[in-house]
Structure formats: C-alpha cells, structure tokens
C-alpha cells in the first residue's frame, strides 16, 4: 500500500513553501500527499502582503479526511490562529497522529504568520503532542530563551542546552514520556566551508546529541520555503517506517541535494527547484519505455524471476546508486501480466545498480541491466538463434573474501566476463548457489537497445 501523509499548513502562491511544498517534497520522497489549508497567504517570494485565516473550515477539511484514509504522520506549518490551533490539537488528540512541527510564526522575510501572543498557546498547547520540532535558529531563541547569536563552533554547549530545553517541552505531557522524540534547530553555526544542524533526541529514556554537517554555498539572497522542505521530508521518511534519527538523517542528505539547485524569479527571489533534471527525466522515461513494453506482454511472466524483477537505468557518468533509478518494490505478476510495485526513482535499486556501477567500470556506455529468471533451455535457444553475446559466471570461483562482500561479487562477477571476453556481453547468467537465485542479466546502452534485445528473447519463448 502506498505510503500516506499529510501536511497542515499555509497557502503559498509562489509553490516554494507552504502547502505547496510540502506536496511537492511529500512526492519527490515517495509518499502520496493529503492537504488541509490553514490560511491562504498574499506573498511572492520576496514580499508578503498579508494572509486570510481559513480556521473557519479548518474542523471539516480535517475531519474530511481523516475519517476516511488510515493517516498517521502529520506536518504541521502555519497556524494563523487560536481557533485553528485548537481544532489541529483536538484532531491530533482524537486520531493520536504522529506530529512534525515546523514553528514558523514570522515568514521568511520578516512578516508575522500568525497573531500576536500565538507562540505561547502553541508551546502550552501543541508541543507536548510533537514528535520532532524543526525550529531556525530564532525560534529556538524565542522558545528556549536564550541569545544563541554568540555561539561558535568551538562550544556549542549553549545550543545544546537550548536543543535540550526544546525537547523538554516537547514532554510536558507526562503520559508521553516514554515515547522517542527529537528537536532539530537549522542551520544554527557555520565555518567559511560547512554549516550545522543541532539534534537533541530522546531514545530509550536517554537524552544524546547529534551534529550535523553540510556543505556551504555561498548565497547572496533568501531562499523561500527552505524549513517547509526539509519538515515534510523528515514527515515523509518516518512514514516509512524510519525511526526519528534515520528519518532526520535521509531528509539531511535529500534537503543537502535539492539545496544544490535553485530557480531563479523575476523579482530576485529564490525558491529550491524540486523538480527532476532533463537528465534524470530522461532516464526516468527509458524506464518506463522498457516497463510498458513487458507490462502489456502476458508471456513476460515467465521471465520474472522468484526475487522479482528490476528494470535499471543510470545517467550517463554515475558514480553512485543515487544516480541509478529504478521500480520501487520491483516488478511482481498481477492478473497474469507483469505489474510494478511502486514508481520509478533514483537511489532504490541494489543489486542491479550495483551492476551498472560495477560495468560502468569498464563500459561507460553501459547503462541498462535487467534481472531474468534462469531456464537452461533458453539459454540455449538464445545462443543458437540470436547475435547475442552471452557469458557463464561460475559463482563457485568466487574467492571466499569476494563472497563475503556483495559489492565485490559484483564486481567480480563483471570483470570475469570481462576477462574471458574482453567486453561486456549482452547477456551475464549464472546457475546461483546456496542462498542465490541463478540469474539472467541482460546489459544495454539504452531502452531501445533493451526492447531489441527483449523482443529476441520473448520472440523464443513464444516460439518453442
């Protein structure tokens, strides 16, 4: 079942923050976005000019959908104001939702969200029911009272005492106080080449401290919606059954990568451009080329293999898994046809991307693998009838210390091809050992290349 979240916030013309993002950051992490508007802003990504409180229907939109879809995690942003906060704590309460809050009472460029006074009912009301607090560097001044404005990278007791202080009030509640939580302040320190997150977490009745580092970029002017995107993220992760510290770690390394890129309005303001790059939508769109070919062929099923099968693709120069896309879940058999799992994404793939890395090593033109079941019979019909190069990997040649690390098998599995054939062939095959299913590889340059070579095989198997 597709994995679902919710987000409780603001509306932002612009789509760099707000409600807006949070569906965009819900579905670039995989999950599938609910929304309830608490307000509706007048904003650009430089000026805010005012907003409306939607408090008034805020009791139906929520109750309109979580009385019908089995939600259980929940960003929240902008509360405009007493009302609405009380409706959000009561439907938190009612279905025991589990809660990051972004604190964002002032918009990014110094205007007030909500009314005055609101940050005092919201610490009273809300935060014993938060589950991870994502405050900036002001809010966690506001609400733990201190001036962290001197604080340096040499010592950072000070912002650790006011993390501490933070998650503090995150248990006011002494029913909760078994329950793990954390508090994340942004971007609280910074040296000429890094910055810092400061967590503050709570496992196993045990309070410890993590430090987070990431790369600076050199920016002149304010980024919208940045705290929007890195909330949701964590939102979106835990919905996947992360704990809190690996949910916050996973929305680092996904706010780190789309902090890289920013679009560039007229008015000289900037939002995070969460959208794919024409060489990565390029690589999504071979995928799904290859996957609808097989999905409308019946016999296809045959084919799959018992760990299911796996369509992969990379961009053309990758280094690493996060740039090798692939089928979330693999490609399973519904109703006699072959049926995906999940989407298409970058950075889910294992074995297979392993196996374009491991090729790339030495064919950089290599960038498709598909995982096929073994039959002896088609190997043999595939030798005989086809130009199709083909290559026996014996896995009891493996020496012990190759076999003991799976990335290496990969790599040894490439290089004996290699070896014995001076290229990549098009097809790899194995007969599997203990524990490991025998294997058909096929390797391509591109999706048309993949259909020609699938075409060949399919054509056999339907004819004998």
Not at 74 to 99: S, Y
Not at 280 to 285: H, S
Request: proline share 3%.
């Amino acid at each position: 079942m597709k994995n679902f979240c919710l987000t409780i916030a603001g509306s932002d013309p612009t789509s760099g923050a707000g409600i807006q993002a949070d569906i965009r950051t819900f579905d670039r992490c995989g999950v599938h976005p609910f929304s309830v508007i608490t307000a509706i802003t007048y904003q650009s990504a430089t000026k805010f000019l005012g907003y409306k409180s939607l408090s008034d229907t805020l009791d139906f939109q929520l109750d309109a959908i979580l009385s019908v879809y089995p939600i259980e995690y929940v960003k929240v942003g902008m509360i405009p104001d007493v009302k609405a906060l009380d409706i959000i704590v009561n439907f938190i309460k009612r279905d025991k939702l589990f809660v990051v809050y972004d604190p964002v009472s002032i918009s990014s460029v110094g205007e007030r969200l909500s009314s005055e006074g609101l940050e005092l009912e919201i610490e009273r009301n809300l935060f014993p029911h938060v589950r991870v607090l994502t405050p900036n560097l002001s809010e966690a001044e506001y609400y733990s009272n201190m001036n962290l404005k001197d604080v340096r990278v040499e010592n950072m007791d000070k912002l650790k005492e006011s993390a501490r202080i933070l998650l503090e009030k995150l248990y006011a509640d002494k029913k909760v106080k078994n329950e793990e939580k954390a508090v994340v302040i942004k971007s609280v320190l910074s040296t000429q080449n890094e910055i810092y997150d400061v967590i503050s977490f709570i496992k196993k009745a045990e309070l410890d401290f993590n430090i987070f580092k990431k790369k600076k970029i050199s920016i002149e002017r304010n980024i919208h919606g940045t705290g929007c995107v890195f909330s949701s993220a964590i939102t979106a992760f835990l919905s996947k059954n992360y704990s809190i510290i690996r949910a916050i770690e996973m929305a680092e390394v996904f706010f780190d990568e789309k902090f890289q890129y920013f679009i560039e309005l007229p008015d000289a303001g900037r939002l995070l451009d969460l959208t794919f790059s024409e060489e990565r939508l390029k690589v999504i769109n071979q995928i799904k080329e290859v996957y609808n070919y097989i999905s409308n062929i019946k016999k296809f099923t045959q084919l799959i293999p018992e760990v299911r099968l796996n369509i992969s693709c990379s961009l053309p120069h990758a280094k690493d898994k996060s740039e090798v896309a692939g089928i979330e879940g693999r490609v399973t058999i519904i109703n006699k046809f072959p049926k995906a799992s999940g989407e298409i994404k970058f950075g889910i793939s294992d074995h297979t991307a392993r196996l374009i890395l491991a090729a790339k090593k030495f064919d950089n033109s290599i960038n498709f693998v598909m995982n096929l079941k073994y039959n002896p019979d088609w190997i043999s019909l595939i030798r005989n009838n086809t130009t199709l190069k083909l290559r026996e990997i014996k896995r009891e040649k493996q020496p012990k210390e190759i076999k003991e690390q799976e990335f290496s098998t990969m790599q040894w599995l490439i290089k004996e091809s290699i070896n014995e054939s001076g290229k990549i062939p098009d097809i790899i095959w194995d007969k599997g050992s203990i524990g490991k299913e025998a294997i058909i590889r096929v390797f391509a340059k591109d999706s048309k290349d993949m259909i020609n070579k699938l075409q060949n095989i399919i054509e056999l198997i339907e004819d004998h």
